[in-house]
């Protein structure tokens, strides 16, 4: 968990785009394919797959996804997958902000959201989160508003003078904007075309500007239909699935950690820690990175580990042992 913590914060820092600013309430019966998936929005565009964020699931942790409300029926997310190129990296930030999650079983009351296979003049976006860049962090209801969209030689020069100047990707992103933005609270969400009765989807919402639209900054999605053979293959590399939390083994005075995997992962790196006392709480600060460490001072240690392959990266809960 403190893998996903960091990688977390660390990808609110860059602005990643989580909700809707300046638009409308929506009931979420007009648009029964708008998912909330853990912290983020997704998409229904297989009767068993979500469509949603890289960002928004890496490193994997199902315990996100263990129950998954689409339309009035409940399932469960049982497998993830990002693009074996999410973690590279472009002007500075992760690229190819997309993802897929399984559900344990179709869903059979829903109609999918097809891709689009062009970009419409306007989009709509749906999200909750966040009304405003300096409002709380927390789940909304369902909200909407249509941007216009910007062609890809005018999006870029937008961005000049931002931290952001060099990250727009024309090749695989859309750009969009008007009195509405995104914002924290509804990444991995939906920047349709069509109508809510007959959606197509264009985009999945990735990023913005710091202040969420008040920095007059466009908001970006991943364009859909540049991920389609990723986004409907039928056979993606899955990302690595835990079996429980590590095992911890004590031979003399050396620890061992392992893992096991229902999903295999390619590497595993492991994580020590060390439980000590902050200047208000404890607070567990680590101590080594092998599969075997040998303590150099009593104390309550855990191990965690992060196993990685194409499909994505996934941490295996830890255990702890008293040394």
């Known amino acids: 968990m403190l893998f996903r913590l960091t990688l977390l914060f660390t990808a609110l820092l860059v602005a990643p785009a989580h909700a809707v600013v300046n638009g409308q309430a929506l009931k979420p019966s007009k648009a029964p394919w708008f998912v909330p998936a853990g912290i983020c929005g997704a998409t229904l565009i297989a009767p068993d797959r979500l469509a949603t964020a890289a960002h928004c699931v890496d490193p994997v942790d199902l315990g996100d996804f263990e129950t998954i409300k689409v339309g009035g029926e409940t399932r ?122 007959k959606p197509v989807l264009v985009g999945i919402i990735s990023w913005t500007g710091a202040r969420c639209g008040e920095d007059k900054l466009p908001s970006v999605s991943a364009e859909a239909s540049h991920y389609a053979d990723f986004l409907l293959a039928p056979e993606p590399v899955w990302a690595p699935t835990p079996a429980g939390p590590t095992t911890i083994t004590r031979s003399g005075d050396t620890l061992s950690c392992t893992a096991t995997w229902t999903v295999a992962p390619d590497t595993v790196q492991f994580r020590w820690r060390r439980r000590q006392m902050g200047k208000t709480h404890y607070e567990f600060v680590t101590v080594a990175r092998t599969a075997t460490y040998t303590p150099t001072k009593p104390g309550l240690y855990d191990c965690e580990a992060l196993g990685s392959n194409a499909g994505g990266r996934a941490t295996a809960p830890p255990s702890s042992i008293r040394a």
């Not at 296979?117 to 369902?142: F, M």
């Not at 952001?164 to 920047?191: I, L, Q, W």
């Open 76 to 197: 469960r997310g049982v497998a993830v997958a990002l693009p074996s190129t999410w973690r590279e990296q472009s002007a500075g930030f992760a690229r190819d902000d997309v993802a897929i999650i399984k559900l344990d079983r179709p869903v059979t009351r829903v109609q999918p959201v097809p891709l689009a296979t062009s970009v419409p003049a306007k989009v709509r976006i749906l999200g909750q989160g966040k009304r405003a860049w300096d409002a709380p962090t927390g789940r909304i209801g369902l909200r909407q508003a249509t941007l216009t969209t910007i062609a890809d030689r005018a999006c870029g020069p937008r961005w000049k003078g931002t931290k952001y100047a060099k990250r727009f990707e024309a090749a695989s992103e859309v750009c969009a904007g008007g009195r509405a933005s995104v914002c924290a609270g509804d990444s991995g969400g939906p920047m349709i075309g069509g109508t809510l009765a």
